[in-house]
């Protein structure tokens, strides 16, 4: 799935306490699988295995999920060697 969001500056201007580069608001994203077949979905590579399994009949449990944003230009540039 590819999300896009793409406020104008109107938008982005919302918050007049937040630093330049900050937006007001909240962004909601709603998925679901595709279920296709009742034993879910197993994909195998390199002798390890992951099995995706979504039954339809139980509710969805809750998520809290948080995105970090780093603005700060410490990952610009080369890479450093391992």
Same mark, same amino acid.
């Given at each position: 799935?590819? +999300?896009? *969001?793409?406020?104008?500056?109107?938008? %982005? @201007?919302?918050?007049?306490?937040?630093?330049?580069?900050? &937006?007001?608001?909240?962004?909601? +994203? @709603? /998925? #679901? +699988?595709? @279920?296709?077949?009742?034993?879910?979905?197993? %994909?195998?590579?390199?002798? /390890?295995?992951?099995? *995706?399994?979504?039954? #339809?009949?139980?509710?969805?449990?809750?998520?809290?999920?948080?995105?970090?944003?780093? +603005?700060?230009?410490?990952?610009?540039? &080369?890479?450093?060697?391992?």
């Amino acid at each position: 799935a590819h +999300v896009s *969001f793409k406020p104008n500056l109107d938008q %982005q @201007r919302k918050c007049p306490n937040c630093t330049d580069t900050a &937006i007001d608001g909240r962004i909601i +994203v @709603r /998925y #679901d +699988v595709k @279920r296709e077949l009742n034993g879910g979905n197993l %994909q195998v590579s390199n002798g /390890y295995f992951a099995h *995706f399994f979504a039954p #339809d009949n139980l509710p969805p449990l809750p998520k809290n999920i948080i995105f970090v944003i780093d +603005v700060s230009g410490s990952m610009w540039g &080369i890479k450093m060697k391992q």
